[in-house]
Nanobody
Framework: VQLQASGGGLVQAGDSLRLSCVTSGRIFSATAMGWFRRAPGKDREFVAAIGRSRTYYADSVKGRFTISRDNAKNTAFLQMNSLKLEDTAVYSC?????????????????????WGQGTQVTVSS
């Protein structure tokens, strides 16, 4: 199983970015996807997740970020709008089995069994 994240970069506050995560080696349509981030000096934190179609967000990004998936392309996306300085972090995508347990634990790293390498998002003023 491989996950390849891309789309990060250096942007100004208020700008937008779209992250992509291409997966291979598993049945994507049966896979739950999540995005996490780790800011400098901080622990990894949950950002967003998607099951079949239902989406979940951290309060800090709700209304600004949108997670989506394209099963035909085995790809999950994270559209990030109105970026803030505090969104600066390494963003990683994660994949896990879309089981009944996942819906209870999607905010936790342990709900995912595969991780991408991360893509840097830097927001400047």
């Amino acid at each position: 199983v491989q996950l390849q994240a891309s789309g990060g970069g250096l942007v100004q506050a208020g700008d937008s970015l779209r992250l992509s995560c291409v997966t291979s080696g598993r049945i994507f349509s049966a896979t739950a996807m999540g995005w996490f981030r780790r800011a400098p000096g901080k622990d990894r934190e949950f950002v967003a997740a998607i099951g079949r179609s239902r989406t979940y967000y951290a309060d800090s990004v709700k209304g600004r970020f949108t997670i989506s998936r394209d099963n035909a392309k085995n790809t999950a996306f994270l559209q990030m709008n109105s970026l803030k300085l505090e969104d600066t972090a390494v963003y990683s995508c994660a994949a896990g089995p879309r089981t009944s347990d996942w819906f209870s634990y999607y905010r936790h790293s342990s709900a995912y069994d595969s991780w991408g390498q991360g893509t840097q998002v830097t927001v400047s003023s």
